[in-house]
């Protein structure tokens, strides 16, 4: 039998995350995808704060992701989230009832002019201060340093620099 993997994205805003998700680590069938995101625009409504109904918004993207672990046929689960430090993976894992054993880390890096240009391209309130971007890149922590062990780690440069 096939373990399942857990792939957590981590990475700032506009550093490329759902790309990444989408485009490189999507393999077909036996893959799903789980955005916070989508599962936020799906319940907060267009006149609503953002952060409106986290409680919520979080409850059914772990939902979604326990659905998803417990589905026959799927064997790798990608939750695209920012997780920019130990204390968002730990409450994930936790509140998944994992450890390590089956996570991959993917650190999405980019150069920060890319990040906030990716990010200012956004519409709507997908679109993330510029303030709020910085200071999340300046609270980014390595998963390497984080006081478990994943079953992996996987560092990925999304710049387009160099094309």
């Known amino acids: ?8 994205m981590c990475g700032i805003p506009g550093s490329g995350k759902s790309w990444v998700a989408k485009h490189i680590l999507m393999r077909g069938l036996g893959w799903r995808y789980i ?19 986290e409680t919520k918004v979080y409850n059914e993207f772990i939902r979604r992701i326990k659905t998803a672990l417990n589905e026959e046929g799927v064997f790798n689960v990608i939750v695209d ?8 993976r730990r409450k994930l894992l936790k509140a998944l009832g994992l450890d390590g054993d089956g996570v991959i880390c993917v650190v999405v890096q980019n150069e920060m002019d890319e990040i906030i240009e990716n ?9 993330v201060p510029r303030a709020v971007v ?13 006081p478990i062990k994943y079953q992996g780690i996987m560092y ?7 094309e």
Do not use: C
């Open 35 to 53: 955005s916070r995101d989508e599962v936020r625009f799906e319940i907060v409504k267009d006149d609503e704060e953002y952060f409106s109904h």
């Open 156 to 162: 990925i440069n999304n710049s387009k620099k160099g």
């Open 1 to 8: 039998m096939n373990e399942k993997m857990l792939w957590v």
């Open 119 to 127: 990010n200012e391209s956004r519409s709507g309130r997908a679109v």
């Open 134 to 146: 910085r200071r999340m890149s300046n609270q980014m922590t390595d998963p390497l340093t984080d």
């Open 81 to 88: 989230a920012t997780h920019i430090n130990w204390a968002s």
